[in-house]
Nanobody
Framework: QVQLVESGGGLVQTGDSLRLSCAASGRTFSSYSMGWFRQAPGKEREFVAAIKWSGGNTYYADSMKGRFTISRDNAKNTVYLQMNSLKPEDTAVYYC?????????????????WGQGTQVTVSP
């Protein structure tokens, strides 16, 4: 069993940066792949980025490449999402998720555990 708690969201202006954190509980965290997703009002949840257990393999949605960076610290049971050059269209609830199978998945299906989400709002 893994529990995930996101933090770091907030209200920022266009062009600002934010770093989201996802703290995980569970002894096997280091073996899980982790993903970040987001959901804007009235839209479906969409993939942002994923990272394998070792941290050496990452996968990004095309629209996030170059602005967002996913990383993890297995010693701290935490995965991060560094977001730079934020735009109003990045406004959403951001969720982290854990995949026990260890794959890099760009889809919701396959992730076994989800956090409650953290709100990111980017003003024009």
């Amino acid at each position: 069993q893994v529990q995930l708690v996101e933090s770091g969201g907030g209200l920022v202006q266009t062009g600002d940066s934010l770093r989201l954190s996802c703290a995980a509980s569970g002894r096997t965290f280091s073996s899980y792949s982790m993903g970040w997703f987001r959901q804007a009002p009235g839209k479906e949840r969409e993939f942002v980025a994923a990272i394998k257990w070792s941290g050496g393999n990452t996968y990004y949605a095309d629209s996030m490449k170059g602005r967002f960076t996913i990383s993890r610290d297995n010693a701290k049971n935490t995965v991060y999402l560094q977001m730079n050059s934020l735009k109003p269209e990045d406004t959403a609830v951001y969720y982290c998720a854990a995949d026990a199978a260890g794959w890099l998945r760009p889809t919701i299906k396959g992730y076994d555990y989800w956090g409650q989400g953290t709100q990111v709002t980017v003003s024009p």
